[in-house]
């Protein structure tokens, strides 16, 4: 699709119909690329459609001539559940999400022989093992849909496809390390947790259990390509009240700020506000929820900082 010059818009099948067509109207989708059996999600549309059980494989490729991409066009779209209940889409540029890519390869030591893939393709944090294992070579480990409600399956996929890296949330990497047989996750050298508070409980039985494993916090909304924020975690943070979530990364400027924009004294707290190369432009047919959260940067004229509702 990328090739292609289009951008992609990942949908979940189970998702309600309603949302679905939703979606496809609001991003105006043009060509769908699903299959047979998913017909009937997308009938009351007459959309180009792209059948992957249905293409011959014996076409002849290599007359296709694809066009060049500008680092402006459009990447992907990934719609979030909107406060109010209406979803809302975010647009990432191809240079939001290199940059967002480029910035692993500067932040990690190395990077995937194998990815464990376990969100789905619909969710953000998704495009972390995406685009960085493909991009370096790697093998991207697609999870089987609802894997965490199996651990001894995560454990078994892991030791199978010698799984270096994963990206899981905390809670469920906590109950993997309390019931799996450590001799099934040999294979694993990083291990990233994102999307909830990580607990000290958590990374003391990390380094009790996978000492020579690094693990890593990541944080950081949709609207600011995956991450903006990582710290590697270290023995010495358990010491500390809280597990750190580190310093802005991937060309991102973090800011906390109080209630009229002012940044707050060091050792006190403050909302987060983020800028730079990772960041969307806003939602899309949004203007006014753009314009609440996407709001101009008081310390860099001519640009955006977003308003992420989050303390720090």
Known sequence: ILKAGCAYLPIDPEYPKQRVSFMLKDAKVNTIVSQN????????????????????????????????IKETG????????????????????????????????????ETPSAFLLMSSISFDSSKAGIFWTLCTGGNLVIAEKRIEQDIEQIANVIEQHKVSHTLMLPSLYHVILENIETNKLKSLTTVMVAGEACSKSLCDIHFKTLSNVSLYNEYGPTEASVWCIAHKIVTADLHNVQIPIGKAIANAQIYLLDDNKNKVPF????????????????????????????????FKTDEKLYKTGDLA
């Open 37 to 68: 059996s998913l017909l009937p999600l997308f009938d009351e549309f007459e959309i180009n459609l792209i059948l992957i059980d249905q293409i011959d494989n014996l076409q002849n490729s290599n007359s296709i001539k694809l066009p060049v």
């Open 74 to 109: 459009l990447a992907y779209v990934i719609y979030t559940s909107g406060s109010t209940g209406i979803p809302k889409g975010v647009p990432i540029t191809h240079k939001n999400i290199i940059n967002s890519t480029a910035g692993r390869l500067d932040f990690y030591d």
């Open 267 to 298: 050792g006190t707290s403050g909302e987060i506000y983020i800028g730079g190369e990772g960041l969307s432009k806003g939602y899309l047919n949004r203007p006014e929820l753009t314009s609440d959260v996407f709001i101009n940067n008081p």
